[in-house]
Structure formats: structure tokens, C-alpha cells
């Protein structure tokens, strides 16, 4: 999926547009790894999924799913056609994932005003739990620091030599032009750490299988390893 929107994506592949296909790069190392996720969502309201095809939600509690939806948010049914819009940002669904039992965040896409559905880049089986959640803006802001700040405290490395965030393009809605700001903030605390990132369509976290929208993943390498009283 590519564009911001759930539209089909391409992979180039030995100078070919590959149509429905995945990238997949796989590496090899024996430096240690950390790993977090942050974003600053809260259960606003818990909901049932009565109707789905894939990732197609058709009824939420019994009502066609885009009139449910809107409706706790006080709305008339309206078109979200992007990631970086507002209403999806601020009120994403999201589902409790089965390994971690953390919310996994969900944007989901409203195709026209008429619409009864919901489009969301997962497969959801149909009577799953849903939640609509909200975004604690403050705390949103702060997922890129916070997410570090996990990444090393649960981790072994006392001294990351590269550190890879991935940021969903959906939390520009938080921090607007903090962007830089908030890259000059991460240098400054890793002075001596090579640090690269991304701003993706959702961030995958290496416990889950899910990919969850409105998140920052940060990714830590290191082979300087904390003692056992520093753990």
C-alpha cells in the first residue's frame, strides 16, 4: 500500500514495476537490538465489529460502520481520503493486539459521503473488539522521545551506535513543524550515535504482527552491553 490513502502500491524489481508485490530486505548481525513503540492514544470507547470483509468494515455495532463511527464523534459522515487528515489522526479505531495486549492504532478511510463503510490497512475478523480511541496531544508530540527512551531502558545496550526510528506520516498532525525540532532533540541526547529514520505509512513493532498508524518505532544497535546492576 503506498500514498497515504490505502491505494496499491509498486515494488521495482530488476527494472520492473511489480504491481500487489512486497520488499522484503533481510540483514545479518550480531550486535544486540532494542525496540519500542510509543504514541499517546487513549480508550475513548470500546465497540464491537458485527460486519467486516478483510479490511473492510461494513457494521459496527449493529449500524452501518461509518454512521457509528461519526456519530460518537458528533459528525455527519464525511470522506477521509488521507493519512495526515485530522479526524483519523486525532480519533483513529484500534484493536488490542493478542500477544501484547497493546493497542495497536488503526487510520481508518471514509471513501465518499455516502459511504457506509470504512476502509483500515489491517484484516479484522468480524466480531472482533474495537475502541475508538483519542489522542492526548501533548503525549503524542512526545512518542518519538518516549519511544527512545524505551527502546534503551529495556534493552541491554549501554551504548547504541545506530539508532533507526520510523515515524507514522499521520502524527504530522501533532507536531506540524516540530519535525526538525524534534530531530535536533534526538541528536542531541545520542551525540556519539549515527542516527537515520523514516516517516512511513504506520510503523510495525518487533513483538507484533501489526502495522499501527500514528506511532513512532525506534530501533536501537549496539554491541556495548550494560552490566547486570546497570539492567
Known amino acids: 500500500m503506498d500514498d497515504c490513502n490505502y491505494e496499491t502500491g509498486y515494488v521495482i524489481y530488476k527494472d520492473e514495476f511489480l504491481e500487489d508485490h512486497t520488499l522484503l530486505i533481510l540483514g545479518r548481525s550480531d550486535l544486540e537490538v532494542s525496540m519500542a513503540q510509543k504514541h499517546g492514544y487513549h480508550i475513548k470507547e470500546e465497540l464491537t465489529l458485527t460486519e467486516s470483509n478483510r479490511n473492510n468494515l461494513q457494521s459496527i455495532n449493529n449500524k452501518p460502520a461509518s454512521e457509528a463511527y461519526f456519530k460518537i464523534l458528533n459528525l455527519p459522515v464525511l470522506e477521509i481520503s488521507d493519512l495526515r487528515d485530522e479526524i483519523c489522526a ?31 490497512s489491517q484484516s479484522i475478523p468480524q466480531e472482533s473488539k474495537l475502541y475508538l480511541v483519542e489522542a492526548d496531544i501533548e503525549e503524542s508530540k512526545k512518542a518519538t522521545l518516549e519511544s527512545i527512551k524505551a527502546a534503551f531502558s529495556s534493552g541491554n545496550i549501554k551504548d547504541p551506535r545506530v539508532g533507526i526510528i520510523f515515524s507514522c506520516v499521520g502524527r504530522s498532525t501533532f507536531y506540524f513543524e516540530r519535525s526538525l525540532a524534534e530531530i535536533e532533540e534526538i541528536k542531541s541526547r545520542f551525540k556519539y550515535t549515527d542516527i537515520g529514520g523514516a516517516y512511513l505509512n504506520g510503523t510495525i513493532y518487533e513483538k507484533s504482527d501489526w502495522v499501527s498508524e500514528g506511532t513512532t518505532s525506534t530501533l536501537l544497535i549496539g554491541n556495548n552491553l550494560k552490566k547486570r546492576s546497570e539492567r
Open 90 to 120: 486525532l480519533n483513529p479505531l484500534a484493536i488490542k493486539d493478542m500477544k501484547t495486549d497493546e493497542l495497536q492504532i488503526l487510520f481508518s478511510m471514509s471513501r465518499g459521503r455516502n459511504t457506509i463503510d470504512l476502509t483500515v
